[in-house]
Nanobody
């Protein structure tokens, strides 16, 4: 059983940057793909980015590509998300998630472990 805890959210002006972290306990993350999803007010949970269990592949949603960077440290059981050039439309609750390495999907419903979320608010 994985326990995921996000941190690093906050209020930032448009064009600014934030770094989110996801500390994982319970099991090593080396057997899991790790990802970030977000949910804006009134909207569904959306895939943002993910990295495979072995750091072999990284996927970004079009709306975060070239602005966000995901990284993982399996030794530290840590996932991070560097967010640059933030826009007001990036305002959302950001969730860290994990899925077994034999499952390849960006559909949130199939990801099995979730953090409680961290709020990111970008002012215009």
């Amino acid at each position: 059983q994985l326990q995921l805890t996000e941190s690093g959210g906050g209020l930032v002006q448009a064009g600014g940057s934030l770094r989110l972290s996801c500390a994982v306990s319970g099991r090593t993350i080396s057997g899991y793909h790790m990802g970030w999803f977000r949910q804006a007010p009134g909207e569904d949970l959306k895939f943002a980015t993910a990295v495979t269990f072995d750091n072999g592949d990284i996927y970004y949603a079009a709306y975060v590509k070239r602005r966000f960077t995901i990284s993982r440290d399996n030794a530290q059981n840590l996932l991070t998300l560097e967010m640059n050039n933030l826009k007001p439309e990036d305002t959302a609750l950001y969730y860290c998630a994990a899925v077994s390495s034999d499952v390849y999907t960006i559909h949130a419903s199939q990801w099995r472990s979730w953090g409680q979320g961290t709020q990111v608010t970008v002012s215009a």
